[in-house]
Nanobody, 121 residues
Framework: QVQLVESGGGLVQAGGSLRLSCAASGSIFSINAMGWYRQTPGKPRLLVALITNERNTNYADSVKGRFTISRDNAKNTVYLQMNGLKPEDTAVYYC???????????????WGQGTQVIVSS
């Protein structure tokens, strides 16, 4: 009922920047929190950044001051601007969106398909 399409991952040198995007579409009444998580092989998926519909934000300590999360409600899109990238930021990044579905008026959490970010030293 709801689809998330991520884009913007890739290969970048340490110190560089990338901007991830995640667009939600489908049977959407409203979107509450939107966030980004990341995962490396053999490790759990961890929160990177979160933004509420009041635009309150929360960041993992490891990315504070380097990453910025934002959202465009008109486009149902969340962004993650990543600056000062480090090799330890290498991971698959997943967007996570909490949606009130139009057809049921119930709250569901959806995940994007993941986008690979590789930071070379």
């Amino acid at each position: 009922q709801v689809q998330l399409v991520e884009s913007g991952g890739g290969l970048v040198q340490a110190g560089g920047s990338l901007r991830l995007s995640c667009a939600a579409s489908g049977s959407i009444f409203s979107i509450n929190a939107m966030g980004w998580y990341r995962q490396t092989p053999g490790k759990p998926r961890l929160l990177v950044a979160l933004i509420t519909n009041e635009r309150n934000t929360n960041y993992a300590d490891s990315v504070k001051g380097r990453f910025t999360i934002s959202r465009d409600n008109a486009k149902n899109t969340v962004y993650l601007q990543m600056n000062g990238l480090k090799p330890e930021d290498t991971a698959v990044y997943y967007c996570n969106v909490r949606v009130v579905v139009l057809t049921t008026m119930r709250d569901y959490v959806y995940w994007g398909q993941g986008t690979q970010v590789i930071v070379s030293s």
